[in-house]
Nanobody, 127 residues
Framework: QVQLVQSGGGLVQPGGSLRLSCAASGFSLEYDAIGWFRQAPGKEREGVSCIESHDFNTYYKDSVKGRFTISRDVANNTMYLQMNNLEPEDTGVYYC????????????????????WGKGTLVTVSS
């Protein structure tokens, strides 16, 4: 059974940092496409960052470039989003997601969309 368990959200002051974690079980995320998304109050969900399958390419939303870093730890089967220099506009519920390859030789780009989602974790940036 595929599960994504998130942790790491909370309240932080502007300029502060947080690291979000997403522990995967029921599959190995080593080669899959992985991503982080967020939904701000009153707004639609948007993509924040994504790594294509086999680490072909990594993408970031323009407003987070240079501040956020997406990564995966294969040994711990966990993906991360390191967020630095946080701004109030970064406030929202953050979701991790994966698109699981049907076989290792396949490829998924970030535009394909995701298959499984975490339950979300709230990040609030406020003084």
């Amino acid at each position: 059974q595929v599960q994504l368990v998130q942790s790491g959200g909370g309240l932080v002051q502007p300029g502060g940092s947080l690291r979000l974690s997403c522990a995967a079980s029921g599959f190995s995320l080593e080669y899959d496409a992985i991503g982080w998304f967020r939904q701000a109050p009153g707004k639609e969900r948007e993509g924040v960052s994504c790594i294509e399958s086999h680490d072909f390419n990594t993408y970031y939303k323009d407003s987070v470039k240079g501040r956020f870093t997406i990564s995966r730890d294969v040994a711990n089967n966990t993906m991360y989003l390191q967020m630095n220099n946080l701004e109030p506009e970064d406030t929202g519920v953050y979701y991790c997601a994966v698109a699981i390859l049907p076989r290792r030789g396949h490829h998924y780009g970030c535009e394909r969309g995701m298959d499984y989602w975490g339950k979300g974790t709230l990040v609030t940036v406020s003084s």
